[in-house]
């Protein structure tokens, strides 16, 4: 074993902790939702248990540092360039996402994305009473693509607010800059708003290819923007919500911050201490966590291509949730199917609009991934 992967495949139990992914189905082993079976960095426990070491858990201001941290990080990362005062810290992504649509959607109006994308994508727009234009992202040369006639013809002028997803879940691809300027642009002629999830950009594992975030689209482009990022899914520190909505343009930031009002609590001390942690040092623990992924992930393609051929799957540039088409199975419920026949738990596609697919969670030890793959191939036989 070596020895940069060796704290990647330590086993430590997780069922009866109260954590979703290993005690909704205690009798079955887990491979669905978005978090990893792996300690966040040292660097973050530190943090953490000097502030409970403190006492005292009040109401809490961000660190006095907190939003340079976070301006630096993007600048060093991710090569853009965002002011501090931009950015408004939120509790999670989702609800970010779903008062984004508040905001600029009223009934009559609608929310566009392009599916199959992470479910409560599909759903924000119930919560601002409006309707979805879902664009099915096509396959083509080799790669997930956006299908830019179809978006065309599907934008309708109670279009509102476009919602991006990059890096993609569940397909796994990381927009280019070429795309995701060509699909502010598309938002731009339609005068939508652009709402760009970017909580995976630092799971990309392909070493060619690179992140490019909406906060680095020309500023005519980004002051329709809002782009939201977080230290979560990369630090695995989702149970303790942090985000971070990057908003260049004031008005826009005013608007929103309107919208957000009383809605949402505050965000809890633990949260900034430990994504500051994360972006001040995380960053040798994060590469090290991209070489395990990176592994485990081209297990999971020569497994399956071996073990499995009735499941395709496509190369993929980013995150550790693979997505599997089960067409070929010939089974109604291909999630249920290796629930009752191998005994795992899989996300089903079908919220993700892709019901004849299953995300499956690679974030974990090599055995405990090897473990399920066998368990899948040895239920199809
Ligand atoms: C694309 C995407 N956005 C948002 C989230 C969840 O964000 P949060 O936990 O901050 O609400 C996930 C979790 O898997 C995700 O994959």
Known sequence: ??????????????????????????????????????????????????????????????????????????????????????????????????LVARTWCKPGDAVMTCSPVYPPIRSVHRDAGCDLIEVPHVWDDGAWQFDWEALEKAWQPAARLFVLCNPQNPLGRVWTEEEVTRLAEFCERHEMILCSDEIHCDLVLDEQSEHFTCMRLPDRLRRRCITLTAPSKTYNIAGLGFTFACIPDDTMR????????????????????????????????????????????????????????????????????????????????????????????????????????????????????????????????
């Not at 961000?62 to 993007?74: E, I, S, W």
């Not at 009752?340 to 996300?347: D, M, R």
């Open 1 to 98: 074993m070596e020895e940069h992967t060796e704290i990647f495949d330590i086993e430590i139990p997780r069922r009866g902790t109260g954590s979703i992914k290993w005690d909704l189905h205690a009798e079955l082993q887990p491979y669905w939702i978005a978090d990893m079976d792996t300690p966040s960095p040292e660097c973050i426990l530190k943090a953490l248990h000097e502030r409970v070491e403190h006492g005292i858990f009040g109401y809490s201001y961000p660190p006095a540092d907190m939003f340079d941290v976070l301006t630096r990080y993007m600048h060093d990362r991710h090569h853009a360039d965002i002011r501090p005062e931009w950015c408004v810290p939120m509790t999670g992504c989702v609800p970010a996402l779903s």
């Open 254 to 381: 005013d608007t929103f911050r309107r919208t957000i009002g009383c809605t949402l609590p505050e965000i809890n001390c633990f949260a900034y201490v430990a994504a500051r942690a994360a972006y001040m040092e995380g960053e040798p623990w994060r590469q090290r966590l991209i070489r395990h992924l990176r592994r485990n992930r081209d297990l999971v393609y020569s497994y399956v291509a071996e073990h499995m051929p009735a499941i395709t799957m496509h190369p993929m540039q980013a995150t550790y949730l693979a997505w599997m088409d089960c067409s070929a199975l010939g089974v109604e419920d291909p999630q249920g199917y290796f629930m009752e026949k191998a005994g795992v738990f899989l996300n089903s596609g079908a919220p993700f609009g892709c019901p004849q697919h299953v995300r499956f969670n690679f974030g974990t030890t090599r055995e405990r991934l090897l473990k399920g793959l066998e368990a899948m191939a040895r239920a199809i036989g």
